[in-house]
């Protein structure tokens, strides 16, 4: 069974986001464990506190090392194997291959920070640095859920048809998804192109293929020249 923790301050962020579709699909049929840790629980003074203020001053705060350590240390304790992944915008960037690489390691603990992230001196008890983009989120509960959520498909069994991960965006290094068409017919005036009515399926694969080629380069020089 796939294994993942979080380490985070607020284990509520993950309850829905758990409860609904794939992910509680698969929680559900014991493909997927997710545990959360909460690091305050580790904090080491009597008011359990988790933050402080930034050596050399400056705005907001910084987590403090000791709580994000201790509750690394419970998370290796419960999985001597796990990955440890802190969240960070100065990370290496996800990606699919990433969530590729991630689901067949033995297990994987994501660390969410928060207020303006976390003291430096805690990256040597941390695997990997991990960015979900190039933005500022609140904290790495949302970049977590992103991350977790993208392995949570691609384990086997989760998914409906056993396809659709294979063609998903990104399976192919770099090649987006075709563009997809349902009922009705006509809408608002739009028609599904004729070749997806044609029933043929050999001319339907090559249109798919060239549409996804299209827009991979097409999308691909809109970002460049942004
Ligand atoms: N001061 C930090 C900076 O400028 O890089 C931003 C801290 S952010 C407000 C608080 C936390 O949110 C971070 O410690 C990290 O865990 C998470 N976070 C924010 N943006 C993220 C991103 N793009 N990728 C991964 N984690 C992110």
């Not at 705060?61 to 440890?84: F, S, Y």
């Not at 384990?155 to 048809?161: F, H, Y």
């Amino acid at each position: 069974m796939f294994y993942a923790q979080i380490l985070t301050l607020f284990p509520e962020f993950f309850d829905s986001p758990l409860a609904c579709s794939i992910p509680k699909r698969a929680i559900e049929a014991n493909i997927a464990n997710v545990e959360c840790i909460q690091i305050r629980d580790f904090a080491t003074d009597k008011h359990r506190s988790v933050d402080d203020n930034p050596y050399g001053g400056g705005p907001g705060m910084l987590m403090k090392p000791e709580p994000v350590v201790g509750a690394i240390r419970e998370a290796r304790r419960r999985d001597p194997n796990t990955h440890v992944v802190m969240l960070t915008p100065s990370g290496t960037a996800f990606t699919q291959d990433k969530a590729l690489e991630y689901i067949k390691k033995p297990g994987i603990t994501l660390l969410c920070g928060r207020y303006e992230g976390f003291d430096e001196r805690i990256v040597d008890d941390v695997d990997e640095e991990l960015s979900v983009g190039d933005y500022v989120l609140s904290g790495g509960e949302p970049a977590a859920m992103c991350v977790l959520d993208s392995m949570i498909r691609l384990l086997p069994g989760v998914l409906g048809s056993a396809e659709s991960a294979v063609l998903d965006s990104f399976t192919e290094a770099g090649i987006l998804d075709w563009p997809h068409y349902t009922r009705p017919e006509v809408f608002e005036g739009k028609r599904v192109p004729d070749v997806l009515l044609s029933g043929n399926h050999a001319k339907i694969e090559l249109w798919r293929r060239e549409q996804a080629l299209e827009r991979s380069l097409y999308r691909k020089k809109k970002t460049s020249s942004d």
